[in-house]
């Protein structure tokens, strides 16, 4: 999949169940982000600003991780 085909990516994403935002980038916002691997995650706190950015794949059910969302989603919401 590619940009090229965001009606499969839209249909990828609803047969995966997916509740969070799918971005379909045609090459911009990779660079304003200078994204360099695929795929890039980035953890972002309820205020909107990036906590983490994360080049490559990664278990994200790995104990650790599990811990560090769990922290994150603990946090008090602070309005900007």
Do not use: C, H
Not at 2 to 23: G, H, I, Q, R, Y
Not at 35 to 47: E, L, Q
């Amino acid at each position: 999949m590619d940009e090229s085909e965001p009606d499969n990516v839209k249909n990828f994403a609803k047969s995966m169940n997916l509740t969070f935002p799918v971005l379909v980038d045609d090459g911009n916002v990779s660079k304003m982000y200078n994204v360099n691997a695929i795929p890039t995650t980035f953890i972002i706190r309820k205020d909107g600003t990036i906590d983490t950015i994360v080049d490559g794949a990664r278990a994200w059910d790995e104990q650790s991780y599990v811990s560090a969302f769990d922290k994150l989603i603990a946090e008090p919401y602070k309005k900007q």
